[in-house]
DNA sequence: GACACGTGGGG
DNA sequence: TCCCCAAGTGT
């Protein structure tokens, strides 16, 4: 029996019972399919019930607000993933009457739709011959054929994509892409894979030759800088604060947060006070400035290791564009601010 | 084409 | 603790 055909018989018999896989409606598997770029499934799966209980259809997310949408995104991560869920909802809408399109050229054109998410929702929604090539997928080929070209390569994408496509059922392109990275979520994984209760264990290269622990491999390891972001807190009357957006091309673009100043090192108390970010807003008015935490928060991300302190700033002067606190939890904020907010005592 | 973009869980 | 990584995409 060859790949696909023994990697289906395993698939029907064990695949998992997720939310998606109701049906192949092409809203609810695009969605799907966004929310779990780079994600578990364990952390999509609570999103994927908020966005369609809130938005059933396309036309409910198209009308949306995108304020609205990235405060349901708020704590998933890759925020530009939300944008791109709302900016391509309302381009199907009013370009393809809200009509999902059935073909992989349109569905990759786009936006939030890369070569992975066309070929995902093309087989499954539309049974279109093309190979979804995951991290799984990269994995699960790589061990079987014991290749070591590194799998992030531009090579290696090229020939695992190619690779893929060649295995491909044409007759089942959907349920072949799904049992691919089946088997690398739940018997071929990063670590400890369960190589005695594989399907594929007795034709696996990288079983046979011992290289199972060493691929895929990946090149170049990645790079964190470090960053110092400094948030007012203000404490206007007990009563209201400030919040600001973030608009520039940057880290958690287009979502909410406290007055900041980014400094090049750990900031003391005078940075702040005598910054002009503060003397701009509050003027000549009385405040007091207190340090919130003690020990700079670190917040870790892919590439930054962002050291935040929050300094609450009192006053009673009314300033301009003030929140009253209950409502700041309607805004879209990143998860270190949100869980600022829920501790924070006034 | 290399790099940036989040968050949380596991070893 | 720290590093890896998880159904990738855009620039």
């Not at 190589?195 to 691929?215: D, F, N, R, S, Y």
């Amino acid at each position: 029996m060859d790949f696909s055909k023994q990697l289906i018989l395993w698939y029907l018999q064990n695949k998992r019972d997720l939310p998606w896989r109701k049906d192949t409606n092409p809203y609810q598997i695009w969605l799907s399919e966004i929310i779990l770029q780079q994600t578990r499934i364990s952390q999509g799966i609570p999103y994927y019930f908020k966005f369609i209980r809130k938005y059933p259809t396309i036309f409910d997310l198209a009308s949306a607000e995108e304020d609205e949408v990235l405060k349901l995104w708020q704590g998933l991560g890759y925020y530009s993933r939300g944008r791109n869920l709302h900016h391509t909802a309302r381009y199907i809408t009013t370009h393809f009457n809200g009509i999902f399109p059935n073909d992989f050229k349109t569905l990759k054109k786009l936006r939030g739709i890369g070569d992975y998410t066309a070929s995902a929702i093309s087989s499954i929604c539309f049974n279109q011959a093309h190979a979804a090539v995951d991290g799984n997928v990269q994995r699960v080929l790589a061990r079987f054929f014991n290749i070591n070209t590194p799998v992030n390569s531009t090579k290696g994408i090229k020939y695992f994509k190619e690779l893929a496509q060649e295995l491909i059922d044409p007759a089942q392109p959907g349920t072949y892409n799904q049992a691919v990275m089946e088997l690398g979520a739940l018997i071929c994984t990063p670590k400890n894979p369960q190589c005695t209760v594989c399907p594929l264990q007795e034709a696996c290269k990288a079983l046979k030759h011992k290289t199972i622990e060493i691929i895929p491999v990946k090149e170049k390891k990645i790079r964190r800088r470090k960053r110092f972001f400094n948030f007012l807190v203000f404490n206007i009357n007990n009563s209201s604060t400030l919040l600001v957006k973030r608009t520039e091309k940057d880290i958690w673009q287009n979502l909410f947060q406290f007055p900041l100043i980014e400094t090049k090192n750990e900031a003391g108390l005078k940075d702040i006070v005598q910054s002009d970010l503060l003397n701009n807003l509050i003027g000549t008015n009385e405040i007091t400035v207190e340090q919130q935490n003690f020990k700079p928060l670190v917040h870790k991300l892919t590439h930054q290791d962002i050291q935040i302190q929050f300094w609450v700033i009192k006053t009673q002067t009314t300033l301009k564009n003030a929140i009253k606190w209950k409502n700041v939890i309607n805004f879209a904020v990143p998860t270190p601010i949100d869980n600022f907010i829920k501790s924070y005592q006034k």
